[in-house]
Nanobody, 123 residues
Framework: VQLQASGGGLVQAGGSLRLSCAASIRTFGTYTLGWFRQAPGKEREFVAAASSAVSTFYADSVKGRFTISRDNAKNTVYLQMNSLKPDDSAVYYC??????????????????WGQGTQVTVSS
């Protein structure tokens, strides 16, 4: 299983970015997918997740601003980020796991990780 994240970059506060994560998974539609981020000196934190049943979950800090979606035909998960703030600056990682669990917000839940893409929001 390989995950390839892309779409990061430099954006001004209030702007938008869309991250993509392409996965080499034959049964992509059955996987729980997540996005995490890690800023320098901080622990990796949960951002959003989408179950195979297309339920979505968000960290309180991004709720109403970020949207996770998945295209099972393209084996791709997206993270649309609007109204970006400087505090959103971090390396963003996509993750996947065949299981579904109430611990989807924990990095330890996920077996597979992408390489990360840098998001920098200037004030």
């Amino acid at each position: 299983v390989q995950l390839q994240a892309s779409g990061g970059g430099l954006v001004q506060a209030g702007g938008s970015l869309r991250l993509s994560c392409a996965a080499s998974i034959r049964t992509f539609g059955t996987y729980t997918l997540g996005w995490f981020r890690q800023a320098p000196g901080k622990e990796r934190e949960f951002v959003a997740a989408a179950s195979s049943a297309v339920s979505t979950f968000y960290a309180d800090s991004v709720k109403g601003r970020f949207t996770i979606s998945r295209d099972n035909a393209k084996n791709t998960v997206y993270l649309q980020m609007n109204s970006l703030k400087p505090d959103d600056s971090a390396v963003y990682y996509c993750a996947a796991d065949i299981n579904y669990s109430g611990t989807y917000y924990r990095p330890q839940f996920y077996a597979y990780w992408g390489q990360g893409t840098q998001v920098t929001v200037s004030s």
